[in-house]
């Protein structure tokens, strides 16, 4: 069955770094997403992406934040100067349409814990 | 914007039936959608209600009322299996794509 892979799982970096967080969406799929979830809280939205460009994103998503489909199948978040509270888990999802259910299909996670 | 307002947690046994509640208020209203999450997994989508009415996925069942800006989730025949996160979310339909998500109820189920 398709699935949205993550890499890495876990990174642990120190403040000011920067964070690449990779993603491989559904290959059909157009629709792409970051969220975030703090340890036992709500998952936020953070952006959204469609036909190469942002299509929505959260006040969460300031410029420390940007995204990138750098070829046909793989999906990046990016965090410039990571802050003690950007740590949490980032999902990627991806959806087929915005139609029908619009049901997002979602990686694993990958965690970020910043030192 | 957007908000979503759901239990924070529910516990029932095994083999009942329960019902989390979720109330939203959104600016531009598409449907609305619940996801499970485990323990350190994913959300994994559970149903979707675009129109008023029941839909109904084998033991799970969801509700929405657009004009009450409500929808439940029903599980029956509760399993242990079934002790996880339960998130309701709400497409907007407004501007791009994007699913806003409730603070989830947890669920925990007793034998």
């Known amino acids: 069955e398709p699935e949205v892979t993550q890499t890495p799982s876990h990174q642990v970096t120190q403040m000011g770094q920067e964070v690449i967080l990779r993603c491989v969406p559904i290959?059909?799929?157009?629709?792409f997403y970051w969220y975030r979830q703090i340890l036992g809280q709500k998952v936020e939205f953070l952006v959204s992406?469609?036909?190469?460009?942002?299509?929505?994103k959260s006040e969460i998503f300031d410029d420390q934040f940007s995204v990138e489909r750098p070829d046909g199948s793989n999906f990046t978040l990016k965090i410039r100067s990571t802050k003690l509270e950007d740590s949490a888990m980032y999902f990627c999802?991806?959806?087929?349409?915005?139609?029908?259910?619009?049901?997002?299909?979602f990686g694993e996670g990958s965690r970020l814990t910043v030192l | 914007g957007q908000s979503l307002e759901q239990p924070s947690e529910v516990t029932a046994v095994e083999g009942a039936i329960v019902q989390i509640n979720c109330t939203y208020q959104?600016?531009?209203?598409?449907?609305l959608s619940w996801y499970q999450q485990h323990d350190g997994g994913a959300p994994t989508f559970l149903s979707y209600n675009a129109l008023d009415g029941l839909e109904e996925t084998g033991r799970f069942s969801s509700f929405l009322s657009r004009s009450d800006s409500y929808g439940y989730l029903l599980l029956q025949e509760l399993q242990m299996k079934d002790s996880a996160s339960y998130f309701c979310?709400?497409?907007?339909?407004?501007?791009?794509?994007?699913?806003?998500f409730g603070a989830g109820t947890r669920l925990f189920v007793k034998a």
């Open positions: 999802a991806s959806s087929g349409a915005t139609g029908g259910t619009g049901e997002l299909f």
């Open positions: 979310a709400v497409r907007d339909g407004t501007g791009g794509f994007k699913t806003i």
């Open positions: 959104t600016s531009g209203f598409y449907g």
């Open positions: 290959s059909n799929h157009l629709y």
């Open positions: 992406f469609y036909n190469n460009e942002i299509s929505e």
